[in-house]
């Protein structure tokens, strides 16, 4: 059998709140999950690929995979779905790839049942050029792979998140120092279930080549309580489907955020007691709105508790920390809000 070359990406980049703010494009290896050199890309031709996707319940998603030739010679795959399923068609079957550098994109196009549960097929190629990949489509009402995001708000107020989307190809693929599959991108967003208090502005951005565009999340508190609301998330030329669950929660009492005291200034207090056990209090000040995160770490900086990790309004704060699971030692706490970043120690004797 042939060598084979085979690609799956994510090509899905949002600043801000939806992604951290890493490599804008990355390559991924289904089998061992790790970025990789794409003249790595299974090179042994008795490699089964996978195919992991989920999906809710009704979903049409229309996915990506690329191949291409490994440079010597002019390669044709003919694919057939075995068993066929309802739930997923593909296109083309049949291509030619001439060379490494004619990329052939291939469409997956899922349909995803109404009853949840595991739903499993095959792609084989009939030529025997290219392995079988293995699909697998997980329904479900509460996708594993959804990105959690928090949001706290006063009632009757709004905020609005700006994240930040890029599109300046893949990068090197096949013997192409960068692929570029189209010169434009559209990003999508929609709500699973719509609610009256979050909006994304625009739903359907195009991103030029090279270039980048912006979208707006409002989240407005104009109701009491907690609410969530999962987002869909698709990025064209990928080959998943992103989903975030946005949780809102709405303050009412004047006290939870001291609306009525003026804070200019960013303040992380030293834990009270300290030293302390099993639990100690950590407050701290914000005259902003911002996402904050408040982590403790041990001597080594390993990170061994996350305490906040979500948007806040401005105001002062103050949470337990409870560690009874730890062992007596110096830990350190440290606290980021926008551009501020302020670490104290603190200490557990047990």
């Given at each position: 059998?042939k060598k084979l070359y085979f690609t799956l990406v994510i090509v899905l980049t949002l600043s801000s709140s939806y992604l951290s703010q890493s490599d804008k494009i990355k390559s991924y290896n289904k089998i061992s999950n790790n970025p990789i050199n794409d003249n790595e890309l299974y090179k042994k031709a008795n490699i089964n690929f996978?195919?992991?996707?989920?999906?809710?319940?009704?979903?049409?998603?229309?996915?990506?995979?690329?191949?291409?030739?490994?440079?010597?010679?002019?390669?044709?795959?003919?694919?057939?779905?075995?068993?066929?399923?309802?739930?997923?068609?593909?296109?083309?079957?049949?291509?030619?790839?001439?060379?490494?550098?004619?990329?052939?994109?291939?469409?997956?196009?899922?349909?995803?049942?109404?009853?949840?549960?595991?739903?499993?097929?095959?792609?084989?190629?009939?030529?025997?050029?290219?392995?079988?990949?293995?699909?697998?489509?997980?329904?479900?009402?509460?996708?594993?792979?959804?990105?959690?995001?928090?949001?706290?708000?006063?009632?009757?107020?709004?905020?609005?998140?700006?994240?930040?989307?890029?599109?300046?190809?893949?990068?090197?693929?096949?013997?192409?120092?960068?692929?570029?599959?189209?010169?434009?991108?559209?990003?999508?967003?929609?709500?699973?279930?719509?609610?009256?208090?979050?909006?994304?502005?625009?739903?359907?951005?195009?991103?030029?080549?090279?270039?980048?565009?912006?979208?707006?999340?409002?989240?407005?508190?104009?109701?009491?309580?907690?609410?969530?609301?999962?987002?869909?998330?698709?990025?064209?030329?990928?080959?998943?489907?992103?989903?975030?669950k946005i949780q809102r929660t709405v303050l009412t009492d004047v006290n939870e955020n001291n609306n009525d005291i003026i804070i200019t200034d960013f303040k992380l207090d030293q834990n009270y007691p300290n030293p302390f056990n099993p639990s100690t209090k950590i407050s701290w000040q914000s005259p902003v709105g911002s996402h904050q995160?408040?982590?403790?770490?041990?001597?080594?900086?390993?990170?061994?508790?996350?305490?906040?990790?979500?948007?806040?309004?401005?105001?002062?704060?103050?949470?337990?920390?409870?560690?009874?699971?730890?062992?007596?030692?110096?830990?350190?706490?440290?606290?980021?809000?926008?551009?501020?970043?302020?670490?104290?120690?603190?200490?557990?004797?047990?």
């Amino acid at each position: 059998m042939k060598k084979l070359y085979f690609t799956l990406v994510i090509v899905l980049t949002l600043s801000s709140s939806y992604l951290s703010q890493s490599d804008k494009i990355k390559s991924y290896n289904k089998i061992s999950n790790n970025p990789i050199n794409d003249n790595e890309l299974y090179k042994k031709a008795n490699i089964n690929f996978e195919y992991q996707l989920e999906l809710f319940p009704g979903q049409v998603f229309n996915g990506w995979y690329y191949y291409w030739s490994n440079g010597g010679s002019a390669e044709t795959g003919n694919f057939q779905i075995n068993p066929p399923v309802s739930w997923l068609t593909i296109s083309p079957t049949s291509f030619t790839s001439n060379s490494c550098s004619d990329i052939i994109p291939i469409s997956y196009n899922f349909n995803a049942p109404i009853i949840p549960g595991i739903y499993t097929t095959s792609i084989e190629d009939l030529n025997g050029i290219w392995d079988d990949t293995e699909v697998t489509l997980s329904v479900t009402e509460q996708p594993s792979t959804a990105i959690n995001l928090s949001y706290q708000v006063s009632n009757g107020q709004s905020i609005s998140v700006f994240d930040t989307l890029y599109w300046n190809g893949f990068g090197p693929f096949g013997c192409q120092s960068n692929y570029i599959p189209g010169n434009t991108k559209l990003f999508s967003f929609r709500e699973k279930d719509s609610v009256s208090w979050f909006r994304i502005n625009p739903t359907d951005l195009i991103v030029p080549i090279f270039g980048e565009g912006v979208i707006e999340s409002v989240i407005t508190g104009d109701t009491t309580g907690n609410d969530l609301v999962y987002v869909i998330t698709e990025a064209q030329y990928s080959h998943i489907c992103f989903f975030y669950k946005i949780q809102r929660t709405v303050l009412t009492d004047v006290n939870e955020n001291n609306n009525d005291i003026i804070i200019t200034d960013f303040k992380l207090d030293q834990n009270y007691p300290n030293p302390f056990n099993p639990s100690t209090k950590i407050s701290w000040q914000s005259p902003v709105g911002s996402h904050q995160t408040l982590k403790i770490y041990d001597v080594l900086g390993n990170e061994v508790a996350t305490l906040i990790d979500e948007y806040r309004v401005s105001g002062n704060y103050e949470i337990d920390f409870d560690a009874t699971g730890l062992s007596s030692g110096v830990y350190f706490y440290k606290l980021i809000v926008a551009d501020y970043s302020s670490t104290k120690k603190m200490i557990l004797m047990k």
